[in-house]
């Protein structure tokens, strides 16, 4: 008898998820419909990476709003962009469902993770299904290693980044006739952070320079740098570098500061170093740090000093990475589309691979460019290096680039 | 009613199982497939909380077992996983054999015996972590090919077959325990444990049984992920996230009964995908509060249904039936 | 080198105070009402994101808010002993786990809409300050935190031996029934035992937010520690678990050190194994 209500109870909870899972055709949204182009975000918007993947939201939905705003998309008739949007809770088994239902419902492109071993997961489907999934911020080389067609990366691979901080240094040495050489890597353990611990220690050999020593840390239970740091300290490593997380760039440089080591030069690579929070939480003392990434916070073409007073006044923070990285994967997104006039995913995978579009134009701000190779990698990303001074950062590196002059090496702490 | 009538609602169950990829597009095979996964992870952990009356908190460190046996053979040696699975449950069921001679020797109990296979877990996962032969933090990565032989399929039916495969195999194992000698014994110890030493029911032999077959059947279902998801790593193999869906699908479902695991699982996956669904989930506030819905769930049913969902049926709340641990 | 590793031990029983005084509030609802709570970190970082606030809100420094934060602390604890606590009281402990990790996944998601999920820390003015005296070289708000836990504990201390309430709770933890019958008040023994709890946890939570980055995450990562402190130094026992905890602070502290730092946690876990296979009762047990 208990048995029978248990099978009645299974069945009817198998009925809601189906019935759950056909909504969207139940519901009478009209997605897909002629003059719509279906994009999709299948983004961290909870879990611990949802202050990267909320900004590059916001980036993604502000070029939408703008091209409906402003017409449309020409070459389809005016047609307007519809943004779905999906949480992967920074889980890479959610990302992967998450996919899965996105691409059942008639989309041209899926930008996602900010996470990479959720755009590891979910590009595996987007590739099965012939949608092509651009990928604005995730720099394990991984991504784009695996032969796939409908993968796209518009910022750089680790290898580049990483190594940026360490030629800035060499031609800081250079020009200011200095020989810091010993190298302390410190990053977290994931796959960006190993990816990025490698790079470094590679390149550092290269350079001449000496591998002092590589620390990888468990990012969810690390909490407290000094050990490592004043282990550095002792062993006179001058040039600190590393991939970590927000928590984590803010702690070591707090420590560093409490144990009194003072480096030549802290170098950030992307991750926590360009998170709003490091500026917010650390002030003065991140006077002088030194940081890689793909975009800048200061350059000056197009339309980016507007932007970014916008930006500001809306959301009272820093113009963070994450959002350039949205609204330049949209515009890329964009671009193709008007380029080769259809909301077929195959189509626009091949304009992708195809097109390049210029640093600058519209709302594409990650540095240089972009134009893809066959693996999706985009041959015209670069690094820059920007540093904080007087509380704000600006770009320093390379030099016919930069804004500002670099201070080498790096003041002490107060 | 009769017996015949409650075998054709299973047969009738059954059949409409088998012809769901037919009508299921392919999102909502991979939730069918992910629902039944845990459902079957829950039954797995229900034989040793549920029938042997021992919290493990360290689940995951089977399942974790289970996925980078079978997956790292496969990359490094080229070893099917179809052989690879069973090699992966083996090793399973030694760590389970090993850690219960442990916590038996040493008469790790109760809330103890708890925190020790969460530890246990934790030890794993950091030394995991800092193997570079399994490549660490940065976790493995599974050819995405269409490849019976070594169980990668492209379509998703197949892999709803096998995982339904599985869930059979554990209700099946569940079921074999509830009727056996063991099942019986099982319950003696549940109920109370010191009673049963006393009777002269060798309690030991019997925890041990309960703990390796489960975990043997644990790590079956981690060989399963990989070949799935394609992506493993330290973090989603070994961390306490699989520990608590495994926990609250069985806790809230019914625990040492044959069909609450499933029930409970599975309500907690279709409910949570239907919600995921509606267009206003699309806001990331409404998930936030959808999951603070589901703790004051978890927590009524805890308190209200302490039998667990399976016991809605009843009119009459019988005993607790709850497995305690001394 | 040598003035690096006593630096480094000193850092740890800076931490180590903290992570003792969570495992404190742990063991002491556990050694009076043998009641597992899972919650307590949670319980921690509540009042933590309370005191932000008034940071950022009002320039209310944590130290200050603590007359505020005790209270409420104390007010919250004995709601949740009244509505959660005391229907479990019978359960086992597997019951009162997932109820208590229920109300985890509760207040997660709740600060998570509340405040969001970035990390946040009340930058005062002396939150990088550092004190120095020779070689010894120790962070200021780390001090002052640690300072409070002992102060907490001496102040636990004497409550436990010298009050009417202390005494009760002592008696109604070795033995239930017994006490009852001499005619003490269980329930209401138990009831303050477990506010007490909370505002221990309250007191951690305010003078911790002036360093350390918490998220609505972090209450996770303070449960670990509290158990493996209070396993190492034994389930009811406070001296233990302070004991507990500055060994956990030490131990990684070191890690980090000699090793590379992402074993500190395993070492840590492992060291609660070989506690729960030698001694079971922890160090300090019953």
Redesign the interface.
């Known amino acids: 008898?208990?048995?029978?209500?248990?099978?009645?109870?299974?069945?009817i909870?198998?009925l809601?998820?189906?019935?759950?899972?056909?909504?969207?055709f139940a519901?009478g949204?009209a997605l897909g419909a002629a003059n719509e182009v279906v994009v999709a975000g299948v983004l961290p918007?909870?879990?611990?990476n949802?202050?990267w993947g909320?900004r590059n939201d916001r980036g993604i939905r502000y070029v939408v709003d703008w091209v409906n705003a402003h017409g449309g998309i020409k070459s389809l008739k005016g047609a307007k962009f519809k943004y779905?949007?999906?949480?992967t809770?920074t889980?890479?088994?959610v990302a992967?469902?998450?996919t899965?239902?996105i691409?059942?419902e008639n989309v041209s492109c899926v930008f996602g993770c900010n996470q990479s071993?959720g755009t590891?997961?979910a590009s595996?489907v987007t590739?099965?299904k012939g949608i092509p999934l651009i990928s604005v911020s995730d720099y394990d080389p991984?991504i784009t290693g695996?032969g796939f067609k409908y993968i796209f990366r518009t910022v750089p691979v680790m290898d580049k980044i990483s190594t940026s901080v360490l030629v800035f240094a060499h031609a800081m040495n250079k020009s200011q006739d200095t020989k810091f050489t010993k190298v302390g890597i410190l990053c977290e353990?994931?796959?960006v952070?190993?990816?990025a611990a490698k790079a470094l220690e590679k390149h550092t050999k290269e350079m001449g320079y000496t591998v002092v020593d590589v620390?990888?840390?468990?990012a969810?239970?690390?909490?407290?740098?000094?050990?490592?740091l004043?282990?550095y300290?002792?062993q006179g490593v001058e040039l600190v570098v590393g991939h970590n997380r927000?928590?984590d760039s803010?702690?070591i440089v707090?420590n560093m500061?409490?144990?009194?080591f003072n480096p030549v030069m802290i170098g950030g690579i992307g991750g926590g170093w360009v998170a709003p929070?490091f500026l917010?939480?650390l002030?003065p003392?991140a006077e002088g740090v030194i940081i890689a990434s793909s975009e800048t916070p200061d350059v000056k073409v197009g339309r980016f000093a507007d932007l970014k007073k916008e930006y500001e006044e809306k959301y009272k923070e820093e113009m963070p990475s994450t959002f350039i990285g949205g609204i330049s994967g949209t515009w890329l997104l964009y671009r193709a589309i008007e380029q080769c006039a259809s909301a077929d995913p195959k189509v626009i995978a091949k304009t992708l691979h195809s097109i390049e579009v210029k640093y600058g134009d519209g709302f594409y701000f990650q540095q240089f460019g972009c134009k893809f190779d066959e693996k999706g990698d985009n041959t015209l990303a670069s690094a820059v290096i920007f540093q904080v001074q007087n509380n704000l950062r600006v770009s320093v590196f390379p030099a016919e680039f930069a804004n500002h002059k670099p201070i080498w090496p790096k003041p002490a702490f107060k | 009613m009769s017996r015949t009538r409650k075998h054709y609602y299973y047969l009738g169950g059954a059949v409409i199982l088998l012809f769901l990829p037919l009508v299921m597009n392919d999102h909502l095979l991979t939730v069918a497939i992910t629902g039944f996964m845990w459902a079957y992870l829950c039954l797995c952990w229900n034989l040793v909380f549920g029938f042997a009356g021992q919290f493990s908190l360290g689940h995951a460190l089977f399942w974790g077992i289970g996925a980078y046996t079978s997956t790292v053979l496969f990359v490094n040696y080229g070893l099917t996983p179809w052989v690879g699975i069973f090699v992966g449950g083996l090793f399973s069921a030694i760590a389970a054999w090993l850690i219960s001679l442990v916590v038996l020797r040493y008469r790790v109990k109760g809330v103890y015996f708890a925190l020790m296979t969460l530890a246990f877990a934790e030890v794993f996962m950091g030394l995991a972590l800092n193997w570079d032969y399994i490549r660490g933090p940065v976790g493995i990565l599974l050819p995405m090919k269409n490849s019976p032989g070594n169980l990668f399929f492209m379509a998703r039916a197949p892999y709803y077959y096998f995982i339904l495969g599985l869930l059979g195999l554990g209700l099946g194992a569940t079921y074999g325990i509830q009727k056996s000698k063991l099942g019986y014994y099982l319950k003696a110890i549940r109920e109370d444990e010191e009673a049963a030493e006393v009777s002269g029911v060798p309690t030991s032999r019997y925890k041990i049984l309960a703990m390796v077959i489960s975990a043997f059947l644990t790590a079956l279902g981690g060989t399963f992920y990989a070949q799935f998801f394609l992506y493993i790593s330290p973090e989603i193999m070994f961390g306490f996230s699989s520990q608590m869906t495994m926990m609250i699908g069985t806790m809230v479902g019914g625990a040492g009964t044959l069909l609450g695991p499933v029930l409970g699982s599975l309500v907690f996956s279709f409910l949570g995908e239907l919600l995921r669904s509606l267009p206003l989930a699309h806001s990331r506030e409404l998930v936030t509060v959808e999951r603070m819905i589901w703790a004051l769930v978890l927590v009524g049913v805890i308190f209200y249904l302490p039998g667990g969902l399976v016991t809605l049926g009843n009119r009459v709340k019988s005993q607790r039936g709850k497995p305690g641990t001394s | 080198m040598f003035i690096v590793t006593l630096n480094a031990i000193i850092n740890g029983l800076l931490y180590g105070s903290i992570w003792g005084i969570i495992a404190l509030g742990f063991t002491l609802v556990f050694g009076v009402m043998d009641f597992v709570n899972f919650a307590q970190g949670f319980f921690v970082i509540v009042p933590a994101f309370f005191s932000y606030f008034l940071f950022v809100s009002w320039g209310i420094d944590p130290y200050l808010s603590l007359l505020l934060i005790m209270p409420l602390s104390f007010g919250l604890g004995l709601l949740v002993y009244k509505y959660v606590g005391v229907r479990l009281l019978d359960e086992p402990h597997s019951a009162h786990i997932v109820v208590t990790l229920g109300l985890c996944f509760f207040i997660e998601n709740l600060l998570l809409l509340l405040a969001g999920g970035d990390l946040r820390n009340a930058v005062t003015s002396y939150t990088s300050d550092t004190i120095q005296w020779g070689w010894m070289m120790m962070s200021y708000p780390r001090f002052w935190a640690s300072a409070v836990a002992w102060i907490c504990v001496f102040l636990l201390f004497l409550f436990l031996k010298y009050t009417d309430t202390g005494r009760s709770m002592r008696a109604a933890a070795d033995n239930r029934e017994g006490a009852r019958i001499v005619g003490i008040h269980v329930d209401r023994v138990y009831l303050v035992a477990f506010g007490v709890s909370i505002l221990i946890a309250g007191i951690a939570g305010a003078v911790i937010i002036p360093f350390y980055l918490i998220s609505p995450f972090t209450g996770m990562d303070f449960l670990g520690k509290a158990f493996a402190a209070v396993i190492i130094g034994g389930l009811g026992s406070i001296p233990g678990a302070m004991i507990g905890g500055l060994m956990i602070g030490v131990v990684e502290s070191i890690a980090g050190v000699f090793f590379r730092a992402s074993l500190g946690n395993a070492v840590t876990f492992f060291i609660m194994i070989l506690v729960l296979i030698f001694k079971p009762n922890g160090l300090f047990g019953e």
């Open positions: 008898m208990q048995e029978r209500k248990l099978k009645g109870w299974a069945g909870a198998v809601c998820g189906l019935l759950g899972g056909s909504f969207p519901s949204e918007l909870t879990g611990t949802a202050s909320i779905v949007s999906a949480d809770e889980k890479a088994d992967g469902s998450q899965e239902k691409v059942s071993p590891l997961v595996q590739e099965r991984l695996r353990d994931s796959i952070g190993d990816s620390v990888k840390y468990n969810a239970t690390t909490r407290d740098f000094s050990g490592v004043s282990r300290k002792a927000p928590a803010i702690q707090r500061k409490e144990i009194g929070e917010r939480n002030g003392l």
